[in-house]
């Protein structure tokens, strides 16, 4: 990979990071995603518009992380405030057995299959920058791109 994509992901990951602290920090302390992150098999609870196949297109980042722990196929895109670059998150559903997960910023990012046994609150918020502890599960579940 060259320097280049890797600049780019990095950058991409601080922006996710920035969002997520933003969201605590300005918006309070509370959980961002909703109480419903405490349930075995949450499903998406913000107002998602269907779309083809069943996809959910997601307007805030309750809906993608509730699609995320169910495995449910959903897309969020957002560009963040002064910044050029559109990021997606999209979780593609089961493949294999696995929930499929990609992060895209402009073309680069990440391509993650995760366990079903692995599909939860520490991940996710790992995934997003506001937790620790979840490195081993991420760096065997997903690669750039």
């Not at 605590?24 to 499903?43: D, E, I, L, R, W």
């Not at 495995?71 to 999209?90: N, Q």
Request: aromatic share 8%; net charge negative; glycine share 8%.
């Amino acid at each position: 990979m060259d320097k280049n994509k890797i600049i780019l992901i990095v950058v991409a990951l601080v922006i996710v990071a920035a969002l997520a602290v933003y969201l605590f920090v300005f918006k309070g302390a509370q959980n961002p995603y909703g109480s419903s992150y405490a349930q075995a098999t949450p499903t998406p609870v913000a107002t998602p518009s269907p779309t083809v196949a069943g996809k959910i297109t997601c307007s805030d980042m309750p809906c993608i992380g509730n699609s995320f722990l169910a495995c449910v196929p959903a897309e969020l895109k957002f560009t963040p405030t002064d910044a050029t670059s559109t990021i997606t998150i999209s979780v593609l559903g089961t493949e294999n057995g696995k929930c499929h997960y990609k992060m895209d910023v402009d073309g680069h990012g990440t391509n993650c299959f995760f366990a079903q046994g692995n599909l939860n609150e520490k991940v996710l918020n790992q995934m997003f920058g506001n937790e620790k502890g979840q490195d081993q599960i991420i760096s065997e579940s997903c690669t750039a791109f």
